[in-house]
């Protein structure tokens, strides 16, 4: 594991020592998850732009021209 030594202003650490507080876990505890929340984001926009450059507009249009019409449901609305 690596040590990250990080400088922040007064208010976002103090932010941060409540939002931790809050989740009940400790500071680094809680920077290690949103750490990896915006990897985890980021990389799933990286992912969804590179499949959506491959799609196939035609072949979508035909499998939608497959789905019987029908009136909408209560609550579809």
């Known amino acids: 594991?690596?040590?990250?030594?990080?400088?922040?202003p007064n208010s976002i650490q103090r932010h941060l020592q409540e939002m931790a507080d809050l989740d009940g876990v400790p500071v680094?505890?809680?920077?290690?998850s949103a750490v990896?929340?915006?990897i985890s984001a980021l990389t799933a926009e990286t992912d969804l732009r590179a499949r959506a450059h491959r799609a196939d507009a035609a072949a979508f249009r035909a499998i939608l021209e497959k789905v019987p019409p029908r009136a909408?449901?209560?609550g579809d609305d």
């Open 28 to 32: 680094e505890q809680f920077v290690m």
């Open 36 to 38: 990896a929340e915006k």
């Open 72 to 74: 909408p449901l209560a």
């Open 1 to 8: 594991m690596t040590t990250l030594h990080l400088t922040l």
